[in-house]
């Protein structure tokens, strides 16, 4: 009997740790979270009759497209000339306060504003930016931020952003339809609008 007993507390021990473990596969991958919707996305990205449009817009936006963005005139013909329209929401606002400082050495490009239109614009983005959205997206990049020191300028170089992207290698992004992994329009045809679901995605092959 007792010694019955002991061989079982090794065994009842090793069970626990063996579902713990499998446990934490299961739910512990933050990866996943971001596809809780899925059905309601998908539904969305179908139905564009105006008469459910409204109420499957924000859904969609409490999941995890970002919503309509709102872009004003001023912030086309400044900030989409040389590249996609960005959403306000891609960034945090400390990102943006630094970016729009910093016109000047714009990726390397000097995109340098009037005092007004720059001031504009900024409250524009700041207005829009992650902390004002509610979207799953944006919260699950501003909590990937938290304890970084330095806001990022840019959203293709956030660890989000890799940990999304982690499949795709190198030469796919610098292939000649896509150029930069900045291009996110190139493979997320809905991006200046909000819209990542990976079910929309579609990847230039040259
Ligand atoms: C003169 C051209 C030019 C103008 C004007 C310009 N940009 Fe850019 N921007 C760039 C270049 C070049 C990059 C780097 C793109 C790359 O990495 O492929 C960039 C990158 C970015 C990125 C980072 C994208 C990412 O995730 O990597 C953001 C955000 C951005 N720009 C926002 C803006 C905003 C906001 C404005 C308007 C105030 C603006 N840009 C105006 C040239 C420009
Ligand atoms: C080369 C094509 C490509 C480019 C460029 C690209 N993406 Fe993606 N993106 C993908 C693919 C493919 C996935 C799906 C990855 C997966 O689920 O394995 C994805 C996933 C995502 C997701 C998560 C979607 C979900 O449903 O979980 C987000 C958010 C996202 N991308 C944002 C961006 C942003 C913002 C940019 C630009 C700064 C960008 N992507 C540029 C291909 C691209």
């Given at each position: 009997?007792?010694?019955?007993?002991?061989?079982?507390?090794?065994?009842?021990?090793?069970?626990?740790?063996?579902?713990?473990?499998?446990?934490?596969?299961?739910?512990?991958?933050?990866?996943?979270?971001?596809?809780?919707?899925?059905?309601?996305?998908?539904?969305?990205?179908?139905?564009?009759?105006?008469?459910?449009?409204?109420?499957?817009?924000?859904?969609?936006?409490?999941?995890?497209?970002?919503?309509?963005?709102?872009?004003?005139?001023?912030?086309?013909?400044?900030?989409?000339?040389?590249?996609?329209?960005?959403?306000?929401?891609?960034?945090?606002?400390a990102?943006?306060?630094?970016?729009?400082?910093?016109?000047?050495?714009?990726?390397?490009?000097?995109?340098?504003?009037?005092?007004?239109?720059?001031?504009?614009?900024?409250?524009?983005?700041?207005?829009?930016?992650?902390?004002?959205?509610?979207?799953?997206?944006?919260?699950?990049?501003?909590?990937?931020?938290?304890?970084?020191?330095?806001?990022?300028?840019?959203?293709?170089?956030?660890?989000?952003?890799?940990?999304?992207?982690?499949?795709i290698?190198?030469?796919?992004?610098?292939?000649?339809?896509?150029?930069?992994?900045?291009?996110?329009?190139?493979?997320h045809?809905?991006?200046?609008?909000?819209?990542?679901?990976?079910?929309?995605?579609?990847?230039?092959?040259?």
């Open positions: 009997m007792i010694r019955l007993k002991q061989t079982h507390v090794p065994l009842i021990l090793l069970l626990s740790i063996l579902t713990f473990g499998a446990a934490n596969l299961l739910y512990g991958d933050d990866d996943d979270d971001d596809n809780d919707g899925k059905s309601g996305e998908h539904h969305s990205s179908q139905s564009s009759s105006p008469s459910t449009s409204k109420k499957v817009a924000s859904k969609s936006q409490s999941a995890t497209d970002l919503g309509a963005p709102g872009y004003t005139t001023l912030y086309k013909e400044e900030c989409t000339s040389c590249h996609m329209a960005y959403h306000p929401a891609l960034l945090p606002t990102s943006w306060t630094k970016m729009m400082a910093s016109l000047k050495d714009h990726f390397g490009v000097d995109a340098t504003l009037e005092a007004k239109t720059q001031s504009e614009l900024l409250k524009f983005l700041v207005s829009g930016s992650a902390e004002k959205n509610r979207s799953r997206r944006a919260q699950k990049l501003l909590k990937s931020l938290k304890g970084n020191t330095v806001p990022p300028v840019s959203y293709s170089t956030t660890s989000y952003f890799k940990q999304k992207h982690h499949e290698s190198t030469g796919v992004f610098k292939r000649k339809g896509i150029n930069s992994a900045a291009n996110c329009l190139a493979c045809p809905r991006a200046e609008e909000g819209g990542y679901n990976e079910h929309e995605v579609k990847i230039p092959k040259g």
